[in-house]
């Protein structure tokens, strides 16, 4: 078998095999022999019957797409693994017979490959940068969280509901006179001011007594799931059936003591700030590298192929349907209920893969040509204080990893570095 590889159009590499006529008869023979029992020859007990008289019965041809297959299945692999610094496969290959006789085959495999960015700066930029700092109203919030998972419900029976209440209701939802699939209910506890429901929907329940009912118009916004109710008016005829208040425990040292273990009610701010800082910290750190990301991205040129978005799309919905799953839901009956396809779903999430394919390039273009690497003693020091956390001695710890932790933690510290990098070599401005 001889090849060649050529650079296609649209970050394809087109690889040409040509096999002679002895290595095509050859593939024809092994054909016949792994295939000759799906057929049936009269005079012959089934898969006994020679190659020639198989030919004659069912045509000269009747090997050739087994034969086919096994030539490319035999070569493909090996002509990639010996062209892996040249070009890195991202797809299945398109694969066609340019020629085919007696003397010999010609295969042609156009294959999706990974493509070099061609980035028109990456230092020098001015660029935002990014950060979060926590305000008083954030650790209120979450004293105010606290108390309300603490607090006691207590019926109400002497007052009209109002927002914070959890109110027990029978609703039935229509548009056009038209009851709608997931617009129907009884006996449901709506907290009030917790935005579950539709704008407007809660607002028009705060005022109403038990036993009231009343129509509630609302109309869905335009960018609500369920494609045929988007932008829609509907009514809500809905009853009420009963009221709870919640009754918030005195905050004090000693609630904060029983309720988080910390000392104090100033202890617990403090560590409720830092947890909060932290998570802003990461926040800003986050949007900061998008923002580089974005900014390389403006001047950068590529021609990504349609396999990479695709994968990236397969991981968008994976992340999603985990999601799902976590709340006791199937991606197909989220689907089912929004009267959408998966090919339809999947579109949704196409601009955002190219986006983050693009940015993944970007990254492994940079890295590449700044020479940005993760050494052993880094590794080693990574290594170390994973163990510390978990209370183990180094070697201890390494007998239990896997080689793909490893992976990633010298991937985390090139990327780390790549943007201390991108940093220091940029004009970062906060606003």
């Known amino acids: 078998m001889k090849y060649t590889t050529k650079a296609g159009e649209k970050s394809t590499v087109k690889i040409t095999f040509k096999f002679d006529g002895e290595e ?30 198989i030919e004659h019965a069912y045509g000269k041809g009747v090997f050739y797409e087994d034969a086919l297959n ?18 890195t496969v991202v797809g299945e290959p398109d694969v066609s017979v340019e020629a085919l006789s007696d003397e010999g085959v010609t295969l042609v495999a156009s294959v999706p ?7 028109s700066a990456y230092k020098g930029i001015k660029i935002k940068e990014y950060a979060y700092t926590v305000k008083e109203e954030e650790v209120q919030a ?49 907290t009030l001011g917790s935005g579950q429901f ?15 009912s009343k129509d509630v118009n609302v109309t869905f916004p335009e ?12 009514v809500f005829a809905v009853k009420l059936n009963s009221i709870q208040g919640k009754e918030l425990p005195e905050l004090n040292d000693e609630f904060i003591k029983d309720a988080t273990g910390s000392e104090s009610l100033e202890a617990y701010k403090a560590k409720t700030v830092e947890r909060l800082q932290k998570n802003a ?8 590298e998008n923002s580089i990301l974005e900014a390389i991205a403006a001047n950068a040129e590529v021609e990504i192929p349609q396999a990479m978005i695709e994968r990236e799309i397969d991981s968008l919905v994976q992340k999603f349907e985990y999601q799902l799953m976590y709340q006791g839901l199937k991606l197909q009956d989220y689907l089912d209920f929004l009267k959408v396809t998966e090919a339809d779903f999947r579109k949704n999430y196409e601009e955002q893969a190219k986006k983050n394919v693009l940015h993944q390039l970007i990254i492994s ?3 590449k040509e700044e020479n940005i690497e993760a050494t052993e003693d880094e590794v080693n020091e990574k290594v170390a204080e994973q163990a510390k956390s978990v209370e183990k001695e180094v070697e201890e710890y390494k007998k239990g990893m896997d080689p793909r932790q490893f992976d990633y933690i010298r991937s985390d510290i090139v990327i780390t570095k790549l943007f201390k990098f991108l940093k220091e070599n940029n004009e970062m401005y906060a606003e």
Do not use: H
């Not at 016949?32 to 089934?46: C, H």
């Not at 910290?281 to 900061?288: E, L």
């Open 24 to 53: 095509w008869k050859d593939a024809q023979t092994k054909a016949y022999l792994k295939t000759r029992g799906r057929f049936a020859v009269n005079g012959f007990r089934k898969g006994k019957a020679p190659k020639n008289v």
């Open 70 to 87: 096994l030539l490319f299945s035999e070569n493909y692999g090996k002509v990639i693994e010996k062209n892996e610094k040249k070009f």
């Open 113 to 119: 490959v990974k493509p070099e960015v061609k980035i």
């Open 142 to 190: 979450e004293i105010d969280r606290l108390l309300d998972r603490n607090a006691r419900k207590v019926p109400v029976t002497d007052r009209a509901a109002q927002n914070g209440d959890i109110v027990n209701i029978d609703f039935v939802g229509t548009v056009d006179g038209v009851k709608f699939d997931g617009g129907e209910a009884e006996g449901f506890d709506l």
């Open 198 to 212: 539709i704008p407007g929907f809660e607002d028009q329940v705060v005022g109403m007594n038990i036993g009231d």
């Open 223 to 234: 960018n609500y799931q369920a494609e045929a109710l988007k932008g829609k008016p509907a």
């Open 281 to 288: 910290d990461r926040r800003a750190n986050d949007a900061t």
């Open 365 to 367: 273009q940079i890295i």
